[in-house]
């Protein structure tokens, strides 16, 4: 039998970045009731224009699905998108050659700010959180976790990638793959 659905609350907080690198806009989904709890980081991906990238990350139906389920779920707006300080990091140069190991270290570097802010609040289990992500956010989750941090316990890639100028288009397949395989030869 399944446990029961908790009620859960919302929070905007801000997570700093450190060297003063900027603050991370972010939004909290906070189960009621005793804790700590597990957490999880949720990660979007990369708009192609800087309009895109103005909206403000809130996962509406992903954010309470794992709150009601007994997770606190971040989920933060990276430097360059929503109302986070600080510059657009994550570019990875030009389509014929690409830097995606800058790129995916810049996603990383943010999303490790949210979780060593996670560490901290006493309403979480430090030593169990996850970082998923989706298209950029989920290439970022797979860099953070070749740094190994403390208290990231799995993380979880939605169609990660980077590099699609338009729908259906990559640039620097090989570049990617190469990325990807060294987050992975670098996590084991």
């Known amino acids: 039998t399944p446990p029961p659905l908790v009620d859960y609350e919302t929070r905007e907080v801000r997570v700093k970045l450190p060297k003063g690198q900027g603050v991370l806009d972010s939004f909290l989904y906070v189960p009621l009731g005793a804790g700590p709890f597990p957490a999880i980081i949720l990660n979007h991906g990369s708009p192609r224009t800087p309009e895109e990238r103005a909206a403000r990350p809130r996962y509406l139906t992903a954010g309470p699905w ?4 007994g997770f606190v779920v971040l989920v933060p707006a990276r430097r360059g998108y929503g109302q986070s300080t600080g510059p ?8 014929t050659r690409p830097n995606f190991l800058k790129a995916g270290a810049a996603t990383a570097t943010d999303i490790r700010a949210g979780l060593r802010w996670l560490r901290r609040q006493p309403f979480v289990d430090a030593g169990r959180i996850l970082a998923a992500g989706q298209s950029a956010g989920g290439f970022g989750v797979l860099a953070l ?3 190994k941090p403390n208290g990231l316990i799995a993380v979880m890639n939605f169609a990660g990638g980077r590099g699609s100028p338009a729908d259906g288009e990559n640039c620097g397949v090989r570049e ?8 992975g030869r670098l996590t084991t």
Do not use: I, P, V
């Open 66 to 69: 794992f709150a009601r389920r």
């Open 88 to 95: 657009f990091a994550e570019g990875y140069g030009s389509c």
């Open 145 to 147: 976790a070749a740094w």
């Open 176 to 183: 990617l793959t190469a990325a990807f395989g060294e987050f």
